[in-house]
T-cell receptor, first 114, second 117 residues
Framework: GDSVTQMEGPVTLSEEAFLTINCTYT??????LFWYVQYPGEGLQLLLK?????DKGSNKGFEATYRKETTSFHLEKGSVQVSDSAVYFC?????????????FGRGTQLTVWP | GAGVSQSPSNKVTEKGKDVELRCDPI?????LYWYRQSLGQGLEFLIY????????KSGLPSDRFSAERTGGSVSTLTIQRTQQEDSAVYLC???????????????FGEGSWLTVV
């Protein structure tokens, strides 16, 4: 099965709405967790990350908390803007691995309307 | 350069032809990755280089796919005898050292769009 599962899109919201994009993972050990964002016409960019349980990653008003007990890393933002319209990817790696490979979810398309 | 640079940005090729995709990583980055992004498949890992060697090439989908890296810098992904199912965006990424769990951020290029007709 998938090692990273994120909610299917597309997600359509009005400006200033609250955003949650769910992400759960399966892994042995203690992976590092990431959210990447892909804006239209651009490459993947790291949005935020967390490397151990209970860590909270945050950037540009987005937050995600590493929940070991629920194996989750849900992305949240309190008030979305039109400029947040993009595809969001949850990803994990294997903590301490020297291989550096990332395992991605399938991505969630977010569209924010003014 | 400032970021990961890939070329060509777009490539249309006929089925059965060979293609080469080039990646120029961020200067000083020893780790380099190739991923593939296609509709219905999401982001698939292809191969990882540390320096010029490839400790993980488990994601290459068939023996038609190969990659090399020279001088610890530029990498080339080669697809021989292309098939229509090879149509995808091929993403290159690099990091200062092994990325992901080792703490080094992985930076992605904008990708090479490949269309096989």
């Amino acid at each position: 099965g998938d090692s990273v599962t994120q909610m299917e899109g597309p997600v359509t919201l009005s400006e200033e709405a609250f955003l949650t994009i769910n992400c759960t993972y399966t892994a042995t050990g203690y992976p590092s967790l990431f959210w990447y964002v892909q804006y239209p016409g651009e490459g993947l960019q790291l949005l935020l990350k967390a490397t151990k349980a209970d860590d909270k990653g945050s950037n540009k008003g987005f937050e995600a908390t590493y929940r070991k007990e629920t194996t989750s890393f849900h992305l949240e933002k309190g008030s979305v803007q039109v400029s947040d319209s993009a595809v969001y990817f949850c990803a994990r790696s294997d903590r301490g691995s020297t291989l550096g490979r990332l395992y991605f979810g399938r991505g969630t398309q977010l569209t924010v309307w003014p | 350069g400032a970021g990961v640079s890939q070329s060509p940005s777009n490539k249309v090729t006929e089925k059965g032809k060979d293609v080469e995709l080039r990646c120029d990583p961020i200067s000083g980055h020893t780790a380099l990755y190739w991923y593939r992004q296609s509709l219905g498949q999401g982001l698939e890992f292809l191969i990882y280089f540390q320096g010029n060697s490839a400790p993980d090439k488990s994601g290459l989908p068939s023996d038609r796919f190969s990659a090399e890296r020279t001088g610890g810098s530029v990498s080339t992904l080669t697809i021989q005898r292309t098939q229509q199912e090879d149509s995808a965006v091929y993403l290159c990424a690099s990091s200062l050292g092994p990325g992901g769990g080792s703490g080094n951020t992985i930076y992605f290029g904008e990708g090479s769009w490949l269309t096989v007709v």
